[in-house]
């Protein structure tokens, strides 16, 4: 699309920047959105504005076509990547100007399970809504989720499974929480193509979500609640 080319970022004022940056992310235009970025630091915009109001703004638009069945996996994984060129010029700036964090999480495929696209869509999605995401990988045992709580100190813990073989896992992670006394210190999220809502509360799960958008508002909701029981000081 000829017209589509003849768009010059830098002449766009910051309203209409910020709306073809919501194009850009939705159709994965990962040097176009590092440019916008750019533009909008020169344009003297805080670096937690142009991740709350541009980035996350667009990535909202992407989860919400997501979940309606509009966009697939490998067009979210595009705009993730777009949005990741986004924040890696933003996460240091970010931490110098000590930003708020909607919140911490620690995700990963459980010991037995090496299927991690489900888990990086979730990772990709809970950053481009404001999260810190720390990423353990595929194939993890108890061990590596209790050292990466302990070390990470995260709001919640995420927990994928792809195969029915590797599910009954998840509940091996739990009830050692339980066992330490720590289960109630996160928020346990669980996610994967054979789980469901049943599945979740057997294994003492907070919630089960179908997909990274479900994932994302469930987040984004617990962590809320989380927050207000803190300071209400209960």
Not at 117 to 123: Q, T
Not at 127 to 152: C, M, Q, R
Not at 167 to 180: G, H, R, S
Not at 194 to 219: H, M, Q, S, W
């Amino acid at each position: 699309m000829s017209d589509e080319d003849e768009i010059i970022l830098s002449e766009l004022d910051d309203e209409e920047l910020v709306q073809q940056m919501f194009d850009d992310l939705y159709d994965g235009l990962k040097e176009e959105i590092e440019e916008a970025v750019n533009i909008l630091l020169e344009r003297k915009w805080e670096p937690y504005r142009i991740l709350t109001e541009a980035l996350v703004g667009g990535m909202t638009i992407v989860g919400k076509d997501f979940r309606d069945g509009i966009l697939f996996v490998p067009e979210v994984l595009l705009a993730a990547n777009a949005m990741k060129g986004g924040m890696f010029i933003l996460k240091p700036l970010l931490a110098e100007t000590g930003a708020p964090r909607v919140g911490k999480m620690v995700i990963g495929t459980v010991k037995g399970d090496i299927h991690d696209i489900g888990k990086n869509l979730v990772g990709m999605m809970m950053e481009g809504a404001g999260f810190e995401v720390v990423d353990l990988g595929i194939n993890n045992a108890v061990e590596s989720y209790l050292d990466a709580l302990e070390t990470e100190q995260p709001d919640i813990l995420g927990m994928s499974a792809l195969l029915t073989t590797t599910m009954p896992y998840m509940k091996v992670v739990i009830d050692t929480m339980v066992e330490k006394g720590i289960r109630d210190d996160y928020i346990v999220l669980v996610g994967g193509a054979p789980l469901n809502e049943e599945f979740g509360k057997a294994i003492g799960a907070d919630a089960y979500c179908r997909d990274a958008a479900v994932a994302v508002e469930t987040a984004k909701e617990w962590v809320g609640r989380k927050h207000n029981r803190m300071a209400a000081g209960a």
